[in-house]
Nanobody
Framework: QVQLVESGGGLVQAGGSLRLSCAASGSIFKVNAMDWYRQAPGKQRELVATITRGGTTTYADPVKGRFTLSRVNAANTVYLQMNTLKPEDTAVYYC???????????????WGQGTLVTVSP
């Protein structure tokens, strides 16, 4: 069994920064793409950023230039550095990853439990 554990959410004032972490654990053979999604109250979940195993990143337009995604493959961990935060960034942030686990090495989509980010005006 594999799981994703997120950390780093909290309350911050507009213009501030937060760093989210997401670590995959369990009987892992390989972790492919890792993503962060977010869901604001009353809104649909949306993709924030993606990073491939090779380190190629893509960002949603609202966060380009403010958020930076990185990963450490040896630790099966991804980091989302969020700068110049705005009240509209307030949401529950979810980590998502494609993970191949032992013994089958078949890829599964795994979600974390979510971490709340609140940005005050």
């Amino acid at each position: 069994q594999v799981q994703l554990v997120e950390s780093g959410g909290g309350l911050v004032q507009a213009g501030g920064s937060l760093r989210l972490s997401c670590a995959a654990s369990g009987s892992i053979f390989k972790v492919n793409a890792m993503d962060w999604y977010r869901q604001a109250p009353g809104k649909q979940r949306e993709l924030v950023a993606t990073i491939t195993r090779g380190g190629t990143t893509t960002y949603a337009d609202p966060v380009k230039g403010r958020f930076t995604l990185s990963r450490v493959n040896a630790a099966n961990t991804v980091y989302l550095q969020m700068n110049t935060l705005k009240p509209e960034d307030t949401a529950v942030y979810y980590c998502n990853a494609d993970i191949a686990a032992y013994p089958t090495a078949r890829y599964l989509e795994v979600w974390g439990q979510g971490t709340l980010v609140t940005v005050s005006p």
